[in-house]
């Protein structure tokens, strides 16, 4: 079993930043493979950006650039550093977790096991 929690959500102006941060309760948190997910008002739920057991990174088109997921395996902690933020970025954004993912599925939602509650980032 693996329990997430998320904090650094907020609201931030326009061009500025925000880090989240996800910290994972787990014995095998190096086998994790893990991702961060979003969900605007009336939309489905989208992946922007993940990360493998070994530290290979993927991005959603629409963040690439300005989004870095890293994770601090002292910490077990995931962070989406967002950089140059747009008002579309206004989603509660989601940590997800999973063992074993194909790579190719990783902006899949329904490849990922486990989930976070969720913080409301809100871009203006």
């Known amino acids: 079993h693996v329990q997430l929690v998320e904090s650094g959500g907020g609201s931030v102006q326009a061009g500025g930043s925000l880090r989240l941060s996800c910290a994972a309760f787990t014995y095998s948190w190096i086998r994790l493979c893990m991702g961060w997910f979003r969900q605007g008002p009336g939309k489905e739920r989208e992946g922007v950006a993940g990360?493998?057991?070994?530290?290979?990174?993927s991005y959603a088109d629409s963040v690439k650039g300005r989004y870095t997921i890293s994770k601090d395996k002292a910490k077990n902690t995931l962070y989406l550093q967002m950089n140059s933020l747009k008002p579309e970025g206004t989603a509660v954004y989601y940590c997800a977790a999973s063992y074993g993912i194909i790579w190719q599925t990783w902006s899949d939602p329904t490849a990922y096991r486990y989930w976070g509650q969720g913080t409301q980032v809100t871009v203006s």
């Open positions: 990360i493998d057991s070994h530290g290979i990174t």
